[in-house]
């Protein structure tokens, strides 16, 4: 397939910032690669059984909390900087230092008189996987960047729909920033946590899972250049069950094989050349 360069508009400030060509949503990052790769194209997944349902749960869970367009922007900083604990729903959020945004589950904040500010992150799943505390993993690196955004929405004045209006979020002065991670599940009964950010400095467990997250991002921010992509040679979804009902994009896969590509010729260290190219080894 021929795509264009893939252009981020998440909010209304993508249009001036530099990461708009390589900024990726926190579910891209722990996407399939195929699925990543339609989405970017066109392709969206309709909803299934499974995701009304969680969307159901959702509600069910955090309907007690207000969004921060509910909330007001400006009664929002007022009571902040009073050092009112904050707690809201669907908190849109954006990091331009980072290239990741997302939207959060439930977002707690507060602003104490010693400069300190604490930031809690709760997000809704089912069960505990790996794919989902990378996730949360992603909206706590996007509040460690001190340039965040968190966005209100706002009808667009020609026409119909709403746009996301992005706010820097935190001060511009020193402070010290702490940040919790929260998995709550509702097909069991438990919760995982885990601190993110402590002082201002990352935890072991927060270096070791931006590794990985840095890793899965920039292959798929490759997949925005503008250019030919050959779909038949990216795996099939590791949770594929060639069923239209449980996944909508198998009507576009089931029409292309997979084909891995066959590795011809290898490069290596040579003596007066940096690097030589093996002979291409064929197959009889």
């Known amino acids: 397939m021929i795509k264009r360069t893939t252009t981020c508009r998440f909010t209304d400030k993508c249009g001036g910032c530099v990461s708009q060509n390589r900024c990726i949503s926190a579910t891209g990052v722990t996407s399939d690669l195929r699925r990543y790769m339609l989405k970017i194209c066109g392709h969206r997944q309709k909803p299934n059984q499974a995701m009304l349902k969680g969307t159901k749960k959702h509600e069910e869970i955090l309907s007690k909390y207000k969004t921060l367009t509910e909330y007001g922007w400006y009664q929002f900083k007022k009571d902040l900087y009073k050092g009112i604990k904050i707690e809201l729903q669907e908190v849109a ?113 927060s270096k070791g899972v931006c590794a990985s997250i840095i890793k899965s991002a920039n292959i798929r921010k490759a997949l925005h250049k503008h250019g030919i992509y050959y779909l038949n040679e990216t795996p099939p979804c590791s949770f594929c069950k060639k069923n239209e009902d449980w996944c909508s994009l198998y009507n576009v896969c089931s029409k292309i094989d997979y084909k891995p590509r066959i590795k011809s010729h290898q490069t290596y260290h040579g003596k007066n050349k940096l690097l030589v190219k093996t002979k291409p080894k064929i197959k009889r």
């Open 93 to 205: 959020v954006c990091s331009p230092k980072y290239g990741f945004h997302g939207i959060i589950d439930n977002f707690t904040i507060e602003y104490t008189k010693e400069g300190i500010i604490n930031v809690s992150i709760l997000d809704v799943k089912p069960v505990f996987t790996k794919k989902y505390y990378k996730q949360i993993s992603v909206y706590g690196i996007c509040m460690s960047d001190p340039d965040v955004m968190v966005c209100i929405e706002q009808p667009f004045i020609r026409k119909k729909g709403k746009k996301r209006v992005a706010q820097r979020l935190y001060p511009k002065k020193e402070f010290s920033l702490n940040i919790d991670l929260i998995l709550q599940f509702y097909a069991k009964v438990g919760i995982w946590k885990t601190k993110f950010i402590e002082n201002s400095v990352m935890t072991n467990f």
